[in-house]
């Protein structure tokens, strides 16, 4: 990828370093412990309004807990949760989409069936009932979310893997005698890579809302956690007086969810072209890009190189 | 000796799962026999529809036949076990047409070539990189190209590659799909020739499908000529083209110009399109829009006939 | 009796900017054009044939792409001075294009008639029962049987070759002086492309129209073309009638094509390759394009591009050798 330096997504990429920074180095950073509070400094107001302290530049809940750290520490829960989701269900779902898109018949259409039933779950119901049936905990939300995100994988790879299986290299490495799992993992997987990652990065931003609204709705994960979509919960009785402990987190997620969604916004756009030069010819009007090697051309088959009329 | 007895694929129509079975068949190929012997290069031409790229792909068993037997060295393909499969994966290889689509562009040179060269073979990787090089070598391009991506190479190079993997096992027979119709025009002079010097170098057996009668006459020594998924005619291949004795054939050679404004055959125009193999014309599938067309072409199908030594067609005149 | 020709291109120049440095596309091509007559040109991919039609059109993709010098006079008038509302006047009525792909020419979300009438309507002001004669009548000379049932068919009720010859019908439906054809039959089959051609041919001899054929095919050009424009690198190396230039190729390049193609009229020994690569359009070597891969290459070649030489009345090539060969002959 030669991208120059204007096109570069420096915006996306500097709030999710911080994103990253923050949920590494949290202890570090955050003044005050996430879960702490101290009952006697509760519900004050952020560092430039009356009554703030700098003790709490962004102010504290209705337990005395310091915002601004919760959020820090929160940004933890919405990374380990997205990566541990989109990993499981990426994993799965590609590895359904792969075997789908390239057997076909029947085991194509019987998986895709699958699928279409796993895209009409309702997410709710299901972290419900999750919910009444055990403990919510940090693990269980995680399943419920890979649950509802596998068929999305599975969709857009088994479409990638369509393309990319009419490409005449497939057919020729049935010729060379390979087996179907050696094309899987050699030819059909590495060019559905580009695909992988756009919706991979494209997913967090839809995790991330999912989290916050299980949270938010008491199904996800448990209090005492810092779980952005818990604070914002807990801000909910107090947006006329106190209204600092749901906007701050609320701002922390649409800044991280659009910068993943301008991020893969970005990756489609400059892993895309590429993908489709695929099989079709690159329409130059000049010729090769720079000299092509294999100067040995020249080496060929000497006769009638030379021409004589 | 590579030899297919009465192949016929046919298609369901219907894409996806039919759960009564499709109604409809695309008749892709009907009681096609041909063969190829060691050495030697059959050109098979046709137009869109003719079904030589189905045949291609059952020589290739890429594609099973619905009827018909693929004998290879006299053995039917239907009774390959493991080994024999292996066997003739390594003595029938490939090279397509689109030389873009036909090398992983995310795999290198080297890895590319020695793909027909499979696992288990008790090859050391040091006498797999040897081989390729060599190989490299045989189709005129410098043996350190192994290490480097398909898109630093123009089209007629990669072809080159193409035909290189296509060498690689040692192959007997390599089915050539169009293997130059991609290519720019001054660059398939290079292929042709290439393709020529390694036949005769390595003593390879060719099934060239084409639809360039110029190309295929270059290279053929028997050429077969298909139409609507069946033969039509078979022969020598000048005798062919000096004398054909089909009138679809004669229509073919009339269509594909010579390089000389004066050196025009009888310009026989035909009429009507190029038939679906959904619905084949009934009798002859010739009949609609053949110049001499009869009466009875219409309701028989002609026998195939040796109409005179080594010349085969199916024609009622 | 010597008549002006239709169209006179002077020096065109089509130059385009790209991050890479400048591609000269087209860069100098001279050529005229009588009304009726059918000009071949022929050329590898690179040669700047498909570019040069374009900027007779003024359709070249900007802002990448600019013509850059040079005239082009359509009965006169200079095309590459007019506005835009002019141009686009010309462009149906009196200079029409088919193209390559008979898939994308035409718009799948149209029945045919709509797709010929908005032309018609548009050059011709015609409205109803009017609109739909004419439109009958496009199709019809086209040998499109069934004219009146096809008229509320879509495109992908119509084989390649059909589709093809309703572009060609849209083409000439306002009866143009001039049709562009770039490599209109190359994504048909034989027989089909033979059928065309023929059309074609009756086509232009009942209305007069001139045609530029883009092609790579010899073949076509021996059979189809009055006169041929050999173009490598942006330029025209050489030119003159179908037979002058069959007969007796004056330059390297064209004798070197003639040789390494296959024939389907006799049994080639050998074909005589062309060695090396076509060329890199944004770094042109100085002298002659041609010279890295010319056999017959002089010193001088790489030095200054060759003169156009005059081999014989109506023929020229533009080559060193073929200069000092007419310099030998007196």
Known sequence: MRARSRDLPWFPGAVLAALVLAAVFAPLLAPQSPTAGDITAKLIPPIWMEGGSSEHPLGTDRFGR?????????????LLVSLIAIGVAGTFGTLLGLISGYRGGFTDVFLMRVTDIALSLPIILIAVVMVAVSEPTFQNVVLVIALLLWPRFA???RGETLAVKEQDFVALAVVAGRSSVWIISRHIFPNVVPTLLVVSTLQVGYVILLEGTLSFLGVGVPPPSPAWGLMIADGRGFLATAWWISLFPGLAMLLTVLAVNLMGDWLRDHLDPKLRQLGGRAVVLASADGVPVGHGVQEAPAQGAVASD | MLRGIGLTKHFPASAGFALGGAHRWVKALDGVSVQVAEGETLGIVGESGSGKTTLAKVFLLLERPTAGSLLFDGKDVQTFGRADFARYRRSVQAVFQDPYSSLNPRMRVEQIVAEPLGPGNGVSRASVRERVADVLHLVGLRRDSA??????????????????????TYPKFIILDEPVSALDVSIRAQILNLLKHLQ???GLAYIMISHDLAAARYLATRLAVMY????????DCEAVYSEPLHPYTEALLSAALPLHPSAQRKRIVLTGEVPNPTNPPAGCRFHPRCPKAMPHCQSQEPEWREVRPGRFTACHL | MPSSPLLVVEDLKTYFFTRRGITKAVDGVSFTLDAGETLALVGESGSGKSV??????RLVPEPAGRIVGGRVLLEGQDLLQKSLAEMRRVRGKQIAMVLQDPMTSLNPALTIGTQVGEVVRLHQGLRGTGLRERVLEALRRLRISAADTRLGQYPHQFSGGMRQRVSSAIALSCAPRLLIADEPTTSLDVTIQAQYLELLKEVQASAGVAVILVTHDFGIVAANADRVAVMYAGKI???????QVFDSPSHPYTRALMRCLPDVGLRREQLVEIGGQPPDLAQLPPGCPFAPRCPERQPI???????????????????????????GRG
Not at chain 1, 66 to 78: A, F, H, T, W
Not at chain 2, 228 to 235: A, D
Not at chain 3, 305 to 326: I, Q, R
């Open chain 1, 66 to 78: 310091d915002v601004l750290s919760r959020i820090i520490y929160g940004s933890r829960i919405s």
């Open chain 3, 301 to 327: 070649c790489e030095q200054a591009y060759p003169p156009a030489v005059t081999v014989e009345s109506g023929h020229v090539a533009s080559c060193w050798v073929a200069a000092s060969a007419a310099v």
């Open chain 2, 228 to 235: 609507c998924g069946k033969l039509v005619e078979t022969g």
């Open chain 2, 147 to 168: 290490a480097l991506y398909p898109h630093e190479f123009s089209g007629g190079q990669r072809q080159r590659i193409a035909i290189a993997r296509a060498l690689v």
């Open chain 3, 52 to 57: 040069t039609c374009l900027s007779l059109v």
């Open chain 3, 237 to 243: 190396v050489e030119m003159g009638s179908t037979l």
């Open chain 2, 200 to 202: 005769e170098k390595l």
């Open chain 1, 155 to 157: 969709r857009q790879i």
